[in-house]
């Protein structure tokens, strides 16, 4: 079972920084790609950012400029960078891997996260 504990999470003002962290069980090279997601209260989960395992990164138009995902592989770790934060960025933050799985002998990734973090809360005021 992969673990996946995000930290990093807090209050800050408008137009402040916060880096949030994901240290995973496994190696990342055990992922297809992992990602961050967000949620805020009364809206749906939606995709933040997403990085593969070969570096490709993709972000939602509403973070681009602001946000940047990386991951250190011997650490074991997923970052996501948050600068210029807005209000509307307050939501439960949410770490999740596309984890490879085998069968007779077949690598397959999965086409949706099937690992999740507990969540890290960002609360930015104005």
Known sequence: QVQLVESGGG????????????A???PIS???????????PGKERELVSTISNGGTTTYADSVKDRFTISQDNAKRTLYLQ??????????????????????LGITRCPDAP???????????SS
């Open 114 to 124: 099937n690992a999740w973090g507990q969540g890290t809360q960002v609360t930015v």
């Open 82 to 103: 948050m600068n210029s934060l807005k209000t509307e960025d307050t939501a439960m933050y949410y770490c999740a891997a596309r984890v490879k799985k085998y069968t």
């Open 30 to 40: 055990s992922t297809c790609g992992m990602d961050w997601y967000r949620q805020a």
């Open 24 to 26: 995973a069980s496994v």
């Open 11 to 22: 209050s800050v003002q408008a137009g402040g920084s916060l880096k949030l962290s994901c």
